[in-house]
Nanobody, 127 residues
């Protein structure tokens, strides 16, 4: 089970910014955590992740606009999103695994093997 709570979504205009937060329980918080998103009618896609050794990986569509970070003391994962585009509109979810190598999130989504995720936070970007 994954016990996380996401927040920070909202409605912004194209070019705007949002900062998403994901608070995890002590049981769930792990070195390997990440964000994925799903837009209506589309497949889930990996947005950003930390892997076991602290390396970050981003989806190709990010192109330097997003930054994933974390605060271990607060057991919180963040996603700073800048220069948002209408195509970034989606429900954003936070998830974690016990151990993940580089690219674990994309692999897990494709194989549909994630143990769980939060309720999500909605991001809407208008043009």
């Amino acid at each position: 089970q994954v016990d996380v709570v996401e927040s920070g979504g909202g409605s912004v205009q194209s070019g705007g910014s949002l900062r998403l937060s994901c608070v995890a329980s002590e049981y769930t918080y792990s070195p390997s955590m990440g964000w994925f998103r799903q837009a209506p009618g589309k497949e889930r896609e990996a947005v950003a992740e930390f892997d076991d050794d602290g390396t970050t990986t981003y989806g190709e569509f990010v192109k330097g606009r997003f930054t994933i970070s974390r605060d271990n003391a607060k057991k919180t994962l963040y996603l700073q999103m800048n220069d948002l585009k209408p195509e970034d509109s989606a429900m954003y979810y936070c998830t974690a695994v016990r151990s993940g190598g580089r690219g674990w999130l994309g692999v897990a989504l494709k194989a549909d093997v994630l143990d769980g995720w939060g309720q999500g936070t909605l991001v809407t970007v208008s043009s």
